[in-house]
């Protein structure tokens, strides 16, 4: 099973988030680098031990629909959406893993949503 199996949707979005925030590697190094800082910090996965290795499997198979957001998203997914949700999950969690004040990134999705519609 991929990792994205063991982690709920706000820990995969938080992942994303700081994946598209930090432009750190590729997404799966993104990911296990969030696991790291998150358990570094106390934060206990619902599906993965104390370690980040894979427990258990919580997710049932949404976060594998918006992994496909890599391949042209077929499922139509709200990306900002995601970020959004990632960020909120980390402002709770780990806010200092967030590098982009309020303004700027009420400002960046602002934005984004503009250029979204004129597509």
Request: proline share 2%.
């Amino acid at each position: 099973m991929a990792l994205s199996d063991y982690l709920t949707g706000k820990e995969w979005d938080a992942c994303f988030y700081r994946y598209a925030e930090t432009g750190m590697g590729n997404f799966g190094d993104s990911m296990h680098q969030t696991i790291r800082d998150l358990l570094s910090r106390g934060y206990r996965f619902h599906g993965l031990d104390q370690n980040g290795d894979k427990e258990c499997q919580v997710e049932n198979g949404v976060n594998a629909s918006k992994v496909c957001w890599f391949v042209g998203n077929p499922y139509k997914i709200d990306i900002l959406e995601i970020l959004v949700n990632g960020r909120e999950f980390l402002k709770k969690i780990a806010p200092d893993l967030i590098t982009t004040s309020d303004a700027d990134w009420e400002e960046q999705i602002k934005e984004a949503r503009q250029l979204e519609a004129k597509i």
